[in-house]
C-alpha cells in the first residue's frame, strides 16, 4: 500500500536555528513528490515539485531535495513567519490521487 | 488569475439534513479533487472527477456522498442525511492536467449539529 510518513510530527525552533523535516514514502512508482505549507483555519499553499531522484528545488529559505526512498525540507534561518505545518504528498505512477502525510507542525520562535 | 474558490466557507447542518458544497476550479484547470481533514489528522483522499466523469472515488464512502463536475459549473460535493461523524474541513484542489502539482481552496469546514 501506498503511504507517506513526515517526522518529526512537531519542531520548535528560534529564529535563525536552521533544520531539516523528513517525509519518507513507499510508492509502487513515483509520478511525483509535492510539499506543501497549511497555515491554521487555511488551505494548503503549494511550495514544490520533485520528480526525480537528485532533483532540488529552491524558495527563499525553503529547499526540498529527493531521494528514491525519502525527500526533506530544509529550513535555513527561519524566521517566526515560517510557522505552519509542512505537508508532503506523493502521486503514484498509474493514479491520479495525492497521498498525504500527517505533517511536520514548526514553530519558530523569535 | 483567481485560485481555487469554495463555498461556503462555513456551514452547520443538523443530523438529517443535507450537505452541499461547491468548488469553482482555477482557470483552466480540468482535474478536481476532494478531501477531508479532521482536526489533527492529515488530508485523506475522497474522489477525482474530470469534466463530466469521475475517475476515482476510492476515497468516497459508499453512501450517503457522492460528487459531480458538470460540463458548466462548478464541481459539487454532497452529503445525504448527515450524521455528527461528518464534521470535518473539507477542501477542494485542482490541477491543470492531473499530472502536477495540485492547488487547494481554503475549504468548507462542516458543522453537524
Known amino acids: 500500500e501506498d503511504q507517506v510518513t513526515q517526522s518529526p510530527e512537531a519542531l520548535r525552533l528560534q529564529e535563525g536555528e536552521s533544520s531539516s523535516l523528513n517525509c519518507s514514502y513507499t510508492v509502487s512508482g513515483l509520478r511525483g513528490l509535492f510539499w506543501y505549507r497549511q497555515d491554521p483555519g487555511k488551505g494548503p499553499e503549494f511550495l514544490f515539485t520533485?520528480?526525480?531522484a537528485g532533483e532540488e528545488k529552491e524558495k527563499e529559505r525553503l529547499k526540498a531535495t529527493l531521494t528514491k526512498k525519502e525527500s526533506f525540507l530544509h529550513i535555513t534561518a527561519p524566521k517566526p513567519e515560517d510557522s505552519a505545518t509542512y505537508l508532503c504528498a506523493v502521486q503514484a505512477s498509474g493514479t491520479y490521487k495525492y497521498i498525504f502525510g500527517t505533517g511536520t507542525r514548526l514553530k519558530v520562535l523569535a | 488569475n483567481a485560485g481555487v474558490m469554495q463555498n461556503p466557507r462555513h456551514l452547520v447542518r443538523r443530523r438529517g439534513q443535507e450537505a452541499r458544497l461547491r468548488c469553482s476550479p482555477m482557470?483552466?484547470?480540468?482535474?478536481v479533487y476532494w478531501y477531508r481533514q479532521l482536526p489533527e489528522e492529515g488530508l485523506k483522499f475522497m474522489v477525482y472527477l474530470q469534466k463530466e466523469n469521475i475517475i476515482d472515488e476510492s476515497g468516497m464512502p459508499k453512501e450517503r456522498f457522492s460528487a459531480e463536475f458538470p460540463k458548466e459549473g462548478p464541481s459539487i460535493l454532497r452529503i445525504q442525511q448527515v450524521v455528527r461523524g461528518d464534521s470535518a474541513a473539507y477542501f477542494c484542489a485542482s490541477s491543470p492536467n492531473g499530472n502536477t502539482e495540485a492547488f487547494f481552496g481554503q475549504g468548507t469546514r462542516l458543522t453537524v449539529v
Open positions: 482557470k483552466g484547470h480540468s482535474h
Open positions: 520533485l520528480y526525480s
